[in-house]
């Protein structure tokens, strides 16, 4: 199932595991104008690279539906409130983005951010699962700062509610990965989507970034399907 802003895919079950990638696509709709260099909308400006193959693979295992951001985040960003100028941004990663300047942004909010945070919402209350999993991806370093050193495998995200961090954790670390608390982002800063629609409702979720040099590829893709499919279920069955 697909709408312009959001696509669904899985069958949704009462208690099962909901994945939630706001970033999954570098789709820009044929009537918008980002006016930036092509090679760049495959960027981790343009799309969480990695996320929607993890989701996707999930989704085959019944019990596990994933929700998806349908344009890219230089289109509209979900992962930010309305008010925020980075919902439509002007510039990203020391890039700018002309054709985000000087557009009506109502319009464009309208659009895309309302229709995929109403869908999410009734999705949530129609079919509450057990856990979300609100998933998102990072590039090794960025342009701005190239020197930059992020030697997290992947990091744990929440605002107030870090029940499904703490769990995960040593799940994560059991496999060998350096995790991040709180890093190479915070959830107290990058919340949007938690705070509105699982924090705010007292819901159960995992708010994780994979570092996207792991996930670059089907392989790696497979894996961390793999892995976060154990994951999210002992998670799950350890807050419930």
């Not at 909901?18 to 999954?24: E, G, K, P």
């Not at 109502?106 to 945070?117: D, E, I, N, Q, S």
Request: aromatic residues 6%; contains cysteine; proline residues 6%.
């Amino acid at each position: 199932m697909s709408e312009e802003a959001w696509r669904l895919v899985g069958t949704p079950r009462f208690g099962g595991i909901l994945i939630v990638a706001d970033h999954a696509t570098n789709r820009v709709p044929d009537d918008i104008a980002l006016g930036i260099d092509p090679a760049l909308m495959g960027d981790h400006i343009a799309v969480d690279i990695g996320v929607a193959g993890i989701a996707e693979k999930m989704s085959e295992r019944e019990g596990t539906a994933a929700f998806l951001g349908n344009v890219s985040r230089l289109v509209c960003d979900t992962n930010r409130r309305e008010d925020d100028p980075a919902a439509i941004p002007e510039a990203s990663d020391g890039r700018e983005i002309p054709g985000n300047i000087g557009i009506d942004r109502k319009a464009r909010l309208a659009r895309f951010h309302r229709p995929f945070h109403d869908a999410l919402s009734k999705l949530l209350d129609d079919t509450p699962p057990a856990l979300t999993l609100i998933l998102h991806s990072y590039t090794t370093a960025l342009a701005v700062d190239p020197q930059s050193h992020r030697p997290w495998h992947c990091g744990l995200l929440y605002d107030e509610d870090d029940r499904g961090a703490r769990l995960a954790q040593p799940l994560l670390e059991a496999d060998g990965f350096i995790v991040g608390d709180q890093l190479p982002y915070s959830g107290k800063i990058y919340n949007a989507t938690i705070s509105r629609h699982v924090e705010s409702e007292g819901r159960p979720y995992l708010y994780l970034e994979i570092r996207q040099d792991l996930i670059e590829d089907d392989t790696g893709q497979r894996e961390w399907a793999e892995r976060l499919h154990r994951i999210c279920n002992q998670v799950a069955l350890g807050i419930g």
